[in-house]
């Protein structure tokens, strides 16, 4: 089972950019599809972008869609989230998780390991 550890998160103004980073523990991090979510307070888990196990394909949800970036460097067993014109509407707590099924879902239920999460928190 992998381990995931999120880095990167903190208080910004609107318009400013952060950069999150998620470390895998493990030899198989590139069988591993890769996503990031949000949770608001009194929000549910929320789903914000995907990447491919070789990073060929990304998926983004319509909210975060050209401000947000996913990428992955899977000789560094780490996915990144680049998230620029930040709103405070993405003040939330992120994670990033891990899923071995064949197929790239939006769904959290699918995802089979999760990081402890890193605050985001954007100012008007």
């Known amino acids: 089972q992998v381990q995931l550890v999120e880095y990167g998160g903190g208080l910004v103004q609107a318009g400013g950019s952060l950069r999150l980073s998620c470390a895998a523990s493990g030899r198989t991090f590139s069988r591993y599809i890769m996503g990031w979510f949000r949770q608001a307070p009194g929000k549910e888990r929320e789903f914000v972008a995907a990447i491919s196990r070789t990073g060929g394909a990304t998926y983004y949800a319509d909210s975060v869609k050209g401000r947000f970036t996913i990428s992955r460097d899977n000789a560094k067993n780490t996915v990144y989230l680049q998230m620029n014109s930040l709103k405070p509407e993405d003040t939330a707590v992120y994670s990033c998780?891990?899923?071995?099924?064949?197929?790239?879902?939006?769904?959290?239920?699918?995802?089979?390991?999760w990081g402890q999460g890193t605050q985001v928190t954007v100012s008007p």
């Open positions: 998780a891990a899923q071995s099924r064949l197929q790239i879902t939006r769904d959290p239920s699918q995802y089979d390991a």
